[in-house]
């Protein structure tokens, strides 16, 4: 299972989608096998199609929705995350978080906000979760913070 989900929450979770199919009568039926596809699917499959449309959302919010269109079809059909999303490994989350961090960065510099810069928090913390790697979108928020505050640090 990935770092980030419970094997016991999704042992369960399996278990009570599938189990008023007749397929089994108690937990200890169970086999690893049951959790591949569900695995792959809630680690791999969702994340790196929710990925997809969050490209495309940053891509029309940055430069236009003929961009937007483009960057989403290369998003969907770029190898690597194709073949991330075939897997249970943390990338695709990565994938989907850190454009939603930007993005949400994005209405933080237009809006303002604590609501916002709360949200951006917890989009940070979650793709930092995903993988170590994505700790480093917190750099681009503190480059908003600067870039939309720079008349109170130019004064101090």
């Keep these: 299972m990935a770092k980030w ?19 089994w009568h108690s ?5 690893e096998e ?21 490209t495309f959302f940053l891509g029309r919010r ?10 989403a079809a290369l998003m969907a059909v770029f190898p690597g995350a194709v073949e991330w ?5 943390p990338d695709p989350l990565l994938a989907l978080m850190a454009p939603f961090s930007i993005l949400l960065i994005l209405y933080y510099m237009d809006y303002g906000g604590k609501t ?9 913390g979650v793709t930092a979760a ?9 750099l681009t928020f503190l480059l ?10 130019l004064k101090a």
């Design 27 to 31: 937990v200890q039926e169970l086999v």
């Design 62 to 71: 940055l430069f236009g929705s003929g961009v937007g269109l483009m960057a």
């Design 5 to 23: 989900v419970n094997a016991k929450h999704s042992h369960l979770i399996v278990f009570v989608t599938q189990v008023y199919s007749g397929r």
């Design 34 to 54: 049951d959790f591949l596809y569900w695995g792959r699917f809630g680690a791999g499959v969702v994340p790196g199609t929710l990925a997809v449309l969050v």
């Design 116 to 124: 916002l810069a709360f949200l951006c928090g917890i989009a940070f």
């Design 130 to 138: 995903a993988k170590y790697n994505g700790a480093f979108v917190v």
């Design 85 to 89: 999303s075939q897997y249970k490994k």
């Design 144 to 153: 908003a913070v600067v870039l939309t505050h720079r008349s109170r640090f």
